[in-house]
């Protein structure tokens, strides 16, 4: 069975910094491409951030600079670092793996809110 289990969301006041954690069992996990993708109240689900197997990464635009994507093929964990948070970055943050072969997969998500 697969499993995505996301963590580290929470409230932060904006310029502040979190790490999100996603732990994924049931999957060859250095095969699959993992990203972070994010879904606000009342708009679509978007990409953050992506890094394939071969540790190349890239970012939306919005989060260039601030954000940063890693993995660790040791613990079957994804990672992101997200720094100098505004309140445009509230949402529910979602972690997904993918592979020619097998997925998406997805967590359940983990909510970030950025707030004075």
């Known amino acids: 069975q697969v499993q995505l289990v996301e963590s580290g969301g929470g409230l932060v006041q904006p310029g502040g910094s979190l790490r999100l954690s996603c732990v994924t069992s049931?999957?060859?996990?250095?095969?699959?491409?993992m990203a972070w993708y994010r879904q606000a109240p009342g708009k679509q689900r978007e990409l953050v951030a992506r890094?394939?197997?071969?540790?190349?990464?890239n970012y939306a635009d919005s989060v260039k600079g601030r954000f940063t994507i890693s993995r660790d093929n040791a613990k079957n964990t994804a990672y992101l670092q997200m720094s100098s948070l505004e309140p445009e970055d509230t949402a529910v943050y979602y972690c997904?793996?993918?592979?020619?072969?097998?997925?998406?997969?997805w967590g359940q998500g983990t909510q970030v809110t950025v707030s004075s």
């Open positions: 997904n793996a993918d592979s020619p072969y097998r997925g998406p997969y």
């Open positions: 049931g999957v060859l996990f250095s095969f699959y491409d």
């Open positions: 890094i394939i197997t071969s540790g190349r990464t």
